[in-house]
């Protein structure tokens, strides 16, 4: 090696360690974990495990709980991931077409869940969603509606927990979102509007496609971090009422708790596999033609 060469090398080998010891290390362990049958017994003599093949992953697979979890997850993500793509674009529309004054403000206002404590966001939630003096059945009331008990019913448990992520959530698109707006020229959508086509025309036909990029990129990471929601029933529900919140990461970090540490770690790739699925079939179907 030159003396340029041997240099870049040396600048880069504290990062190339922790890289292997920190990330590479734990990620390959954990998946050599995945095919023996370990155990929190087995810590102190971990070279004495069995191997089992693939038993984890189909003991995984026919688990009732995890079952259920992959359910959850996959309403979660279904249901989340939509609204709050709809919502942040919504609201980046409005902040480059009709809120001028101020819009600084208003960027921060809708950003700073992202970056609130979900211990915070629980709070604020749990006193929303509180059954006997919560803010929302407090205003159901006042058109003589009895609001249900929110975080304790198997119906609403759910919706609750995806209103509160996309109100956590959707500040983060927006940014984006808001950005595409401002850099499409001027001039396409003056093209359109001397074509005599519509408001909704030009935002349909014009605006969407050039922000196909946009939408791809806010897709895939909102519903990577979708498909991993653990937060949310662990601060809010517990996973409850009876398991109907209780999602594949919750699932698998129970399997931790519990000791099962050659099954939570079958469970964890199981989801990255489904993660890896999912970014694939975006990619595929919100690519530039």
């Known amino acids: 090696m030159d003396r340029q060469t041997a240099a870049a090398w040396i600048l880069v080998l504290p990062f190339v360690a922790l890289f292997l010891a920190f990330t590479a290390g734990p990620v390959l362990g954990s998946l050599g974990m995945s095919f023996t049958d370990i155990k929190q017994r087995d810590l102190r003599t971990p070279l004495s495990v069995n191997g089992v093949g693939f038993d984890n992953y189909a003991k995984a697979l026919q688990d009732e709980t995890f079952r259920k979890a992959a359910f959850n997850t996959a309403y979660f993500v279904i249901v989340g991931v939509p609204l709050t793509l709809v919502v942040a674009l919504g609201a980046a529309v409005l902040l480059d077409r009709g809120v001028k004054r101020?819009?600084?403000?208003?960027?921060?206002?809708?950003?700073?869940?992202?970056?609130?404590?979900?211990?915070?966001i629980a709070v604020i939630w749990r006193f929303v969603l509180s059954p006997d003096n919560g803010l929302l059945n407090t205003a159901l009331g006042w058109v003589g509606i009895d609001g249900p008990n929110w975080l304790a019913s198997k119906t609403w448990a759910m919706p609750s927990l995806i209103a509160m992520a996309v109100w956590r959530n959707f500040g983060s698109a927006m940014i984006i979102f808001l950005a595409g707006l401002q850099g499409i020229p001027e001039s396409v959508e003056e093209a359109g509007q001397i074509d005599g086509a519509s408001s909704w025309q030009r935002f349909r036909h014009l605006i969407l496609p050039l922000l196909r990029p946009t939408i791809l990129f806010t897709s895939v990471t909102t519903g990577i971090g979708y498909l991993q929601f653990f937060e949310e029933p662990f601060v809010m529900t517990q996973g409850g009422p009876l398991d109907s919140t209780i999602s594949v990461s919750m699932a698998t970090y129970d399997q931790f708790g519990f000791g099962n540490y050659g099954l939570a770690t079958s469970m964890a790739y199981i989801?990255?596999?489904?993660?890896?699925?999912?970014?694939f079939i975006q990619f595929r179907l919100l690519r530039e033609k």
Do not use: D, E, H
């Open 271 to 279: 989801l990255f596999v489904v993660i890896a699925v999912v970014t």
């Open 102 to 120: 101020f819009q600084a403000l208003f960027k921060v206002g809708y950003y700073l869940p992202v970056v609130t404590s979900i211990v915070a």
